[in-house]
């Protein structure tokens, strides 16, 4: 029950700053790591093995390497850390 409400709180603070590249990378992680350990207590009321936790969190890992070096390269493009002065086009 705790991790419903600590994704939606999460969900909720994703739709307020979502202007901003790296609050909004930093609130996606912490989603993240609340679906992690939800995954592991699941996996450990079952008793099964840890390693699929692990490629999960592996999966995680690559995530946000990749977030952060996309977040690098906007930055540095178009030299402010908002959404609105990024187009697509």
């Known amino acids: 029950m705790?991790?419903?409400f600590m994704i939606m709180f999460n969900l909720v603070?994703?739709?307020i700053v979502r202007k901003?590249?790296?609050m909004s990378l930093i609130v996606?992680?912490?989603i993240?790591?609340?679906l992690m350990n939800l995954f592991y207590f699941y996996l450990?009321?079952?008793y099964f093995e840890n390693s699929l936790g692990l490629v999960?969190?592996?999966m995680g890992v690559v995530d946000s390497s990749l977030g952060l070096?996309?977040?690098v390269y906007l930055v540095r493009s178009v030299n402010l850390p908002y959404i609105s002065s990024f187009s697509l086009c």
Do not use: A, D, K, R
């Open 2 to 4: 705790i991790f419903f």
């Open 13 to 15: 603070g994703l739709l």
């Open 20 to 22: 901003h590249y790296l």
């Open 28 to 30: 996606i992680e912490i």
């Open 32 to 34: 993240f790591i609340t």
């Open 44 to 46: 450990n009321s079952f």
């Open 56 to 58: 999960y969190l592996i």
């Open 69 to 71: 070096s996309l977040l």
